[in-house]
């Protein structure tokens, strides 16, 4: 049986295990192939990075050592992720037949660095003022006391981010899924600057973390876009 990969890359301060739940609903016929960074879960020994730069390249190597000339593969990217997950399709030569990308602004726009000089809970405060954090992970310092590195290093990295103008627009497919309540969401139609084809667009209901209470509606959108390129060359 013909199988489509789609790698998952988390959201700032997320291990890939956010992934998991997505599993159980996606088609036997889709490999989710949840993306570990430095510094979390299984990775947790590893350096943290603080770099874009170093991150993508991180993306790139694991993507490229799974995937081989035949295979399909897709690209799910939450939040922090869906930049991951852009910069990373620019840099491999064996491009991926859709993006799948979520919770996260045109990359066109300057990111903003603001936070890194706060003090923790300043830091903490703010990311939940933002909708960048859940409110009730705030509720146990000991776990927080382990994300705030991981948060930290990832908001670096985006404050590192600068867009190039002269990037060739990605020719792959695309969706984009958003909700209204998130900063910057007048403008989630700017994807569509970067890339050859109109996206798709999706709107979600409530927060930022639409993706932990939104599973089903997420993997029957995979499911139904990944059927394009799965029985694309079967009649």
């Not at 000339?69 to 852009?86: C, H, N, P, R, T």
């Not at 491999?92 to 066109?108: D, R, W």
Request: charged content about 25%; hydrophobic content about 35%; overall charge negative.
């Amino acid at each position: 049986m013909k199988k489509l990969s789609l790698f998952c890359l988390p959201y700032a301060g997320a291990s890939a295990t956010i992934y998991y739940k997505l599993k159980s609903y996606l088609n036997e016929d889709i490999n989710l192939v949840p993306i570990e960074l430095p510094g979390r879960g299984s990775r947790f020994d590893e350096e943290l990075l603080t770099s874009i730069d170093e991150v993508v390249d991180d993306v790139v190597d694991q993507i490229k050592s799974k995937v081989s000339k035949e295979d399909q593969y897709m690209i799910l990217g939450y939040s922090f992720g869906s930049l991951l997950a852009y910069e990373a399709s620019k840099r491999l030569e064996q491009h991926p037949e859709h993006l799948f990308l979520a919770a996260f602004q045109p990359p066109i726009y300057e990111m903003s660095s603001d936070l890194l000089g706060l003090k923790d809970e300043e830091f903490i405060q703010e990311l939940v003022k933002r909708g960048g954090i859940e409110a009730d992970l705030t509720k146990d310092m000991s776990i927080l006391k382990y994300f705030i590195p991981i948060m930290r290093a990832d908001f670096a990295s985006i404050a590192s981010y600068r867009f190039n103008e002269l990037s060739e627009k990605l020719s792959c497919g695309s969706t984009i899924l958003y909700t209204e309540e998130d900063e910057h969401s007048d403008n989630i139609h700017k994807w569509d600057d970067i890339f050859v084809k109109p996206c798709e667009y999706k709107l979600f209901t409530g927060n930022h973390f639409f993706i932990k209470r939104d599973y089903v509606r997420i993997a029957t959108i995979i499911n139904r876009t990944s059927a394009r390129y799965l029985y694309q060359n079967t009649h």
